[in-house]
């Protein structure tokens, strides 16, 4: 019998262990490669594009000869203006790629030794990082499997059983409950996209599949329509979930990890922010067979391209 990949020695490639051994230089200098890979690391100036630059050593920030701009390594990225070390940073990327149902930020905060705030807003930063992997905006083709979830919005069944309603009927809900629509391409991209109900993905796979494509979907009456524009396998779960290779399996293997991370890591998500774990989960089952130090220095080099993040940036001196 095959061994696992993850069990495998070819899918443990960074450690804890490694980064602090190698220190803070060594996380900085990643952090610099992974920021400017076209110099191997060398300064750009953010402002003008200049390639000639002072570094100013004992702030670790760099002046551009050209317009006499200073910046640091994180200037004008997701993790502009952070106290956290390098090193630190480090630490926790690898610790979230390690997570494979994800991590809580109570366990996060006490591995980093910081406060909860500081691990709720890093967590979320880093999942806006993977989300500019998985929302990409180009259309899924070949054979795409599409299905829906529901999640949250569940109330607490009254003590006395004389008292209990109906919790499925939408005048005892409570407003909070929302619906992931994953369409998922076999052996390619899962896109997550929340919606208040799951006849919206309707919608959502005529804007993001491809006409060329082919379709697998449950027997849901609303995924009829699909009929209309694609040819579409459907499967009967409540007779068979396989059916001479007609299945929708790879959405739900989706719905697994994103359900055991939503319920048996974080236990509530709020609607609000639904889609970044839906997001983080489609990131991990796309990169499922790399190694995590593969996974770990994509994810700096996601974070070190994406923009300033306007809603995580300043977070608790807001909402406070």
């Known amino acids: 019998m095959a061994q696992h990949f993850l069990l495998s020695a070819a899918a443990r490639t960074l450690s804890l262990k490694a980064i602090y051994k190698a220190g803070e230089e060594a996380a900085y200098e990643a952090f610099c490669k992974m920021r400017w890979p076209e110099t191997d690391g060398d300064a750009i100036c953010p402002q003008c594009g200049c390639c000639e ?3 100013i050593t004992t702030r670790r920030k760099f002046k551009c000869k050209a317009c006499a701009h200073q910046f640091s390594v994180t200037s004008g990225t997701i993790f502009a203006s952070r106290k956290m070390a390098f090193v630190d940073l480090l630490a926790a990327i690898c610790i979230t790629v390690n997570a494979s149902k994800g991590v809580s ?10 406060q909860y705030k500081t691990a709720f807003v890093l967590a979320h930063k880093l999942r806006e ?8 905006g180009e259309v899924l083709s070949g054979h795409v499997e599409v299905d829906g979830a529901y999640f949250g919005g569940t109330i607490r069944p009254a003590n006395l059983k004389a008292d209990r309603v109906d919790r ?4 005892h809900q409570n407003g909070r409950r929302r619906v ?31 006409r060329m494509a082919t379709l697998s979907a449950d027997e849901a009456s609303h995924w009829d329509m699909l009929h209309a524009g694609w040819s579409v396998d459907r499967v009967n779960h409540s007779e068979v979930y396989s059916d001479h290779g007609k299945h929708t399996n790879w959405a739900e293997s989706y719905f697994s990890r994103l359900r055991r991370m939503v319920v048996g890591q974080h236990h509530h998500v709020s609607p609000k922010y639904l889609h970044q774990y839906a997001n983080q989960a489609a990131w991990l089952e796309d990169n499922r067979r790399q190694s995590n130090g593969a996974l770990a220095y994509g994810l700096v080099q996601s974070a070190m391209g994406a923009p300033v993040s306007r809603v995580w940036k300043g977070y608790w001196q807001r909402v406070a």
């Open 53 to 55: 630059t002072y570094t």
């Open 105 to 114: 930020m109570v366990q996060l905060s006490r591995d980093l030794d910081c």
């Open 129 to 136: 990082a993977m989300a500019t992997e998985v929302q990409t």
């Open 168 to 171: 499925r009927r939408k005048e």
């Open 180 to 210: 992931v629509v994953v369409m998922r391409e076999r052996l390619g991209r899962t896109l997550p996209v929340v919606a208040m109900a799951e006849a919206d993905g309707v919608a959502l796979v005529n804007e993001n599949v491809s």
